[in-house]
């Protein structure tokens, strides 16, 4: 699972049956380095199947991979990201001997 902002909503004119009426929603993954305010690098943004209404500036919990068709089964949808939770608030936390001196 990863954490990434949404920056922006995906429309199709064609979509595999399955996915008819869904929303899509262009996310940027975070790095370690993103969440802590180390850097402000992006990192490649990516499409992702959105069945819980996120809307834009969002952070979310997203799945990929075969993870991302799990919440399906048994049906099958063609799906390589998944947004799996909308983060209201979301803390990093580092443990004092994994911190650098």
């Known amino acids: 699972m990863r954490i990434a902002d949404v920056i922006?909503?995906?429309?199709?004119n064609r979509s595999h049956p399955s996915v008819a009426g869904a929303t899509w929603k262009?996310?940027?993954p975070l790095s370690w380095d993103n969440l802590?305010?180390?850097?402000?690098?992006?990192?490649?943004?990516?499409v992702v199947f959105d069945a819980l209404g996120?809307?834009?500036g969002s952070r979310i919990a997203l799945s990929e991979g075969r993870e991302a068709a799990m919440p399906f089964y048994p049906e099958v949808?063609?799906?390589?990201?998944?947004?799996?939770?909308i983060l209201d608030t979301f803390t990093v936390e580092i443990p004092e001997d994994l911190k650098l001196k």
């Open 77 to 85: 949808k063609p799906i390589d990201a998944y947004n799996a939770a």
């Open 54 to 56: 996120v809307g834009l």
């Open 36 to 46: 802590l305010g180390k850097s402000e690098e992006p990192v490649e943004e990516i």
């Open 8 to 12: 922006g909503t995906v429309t199709l």
């Open 26 to 28: 262009l996310v940027v």
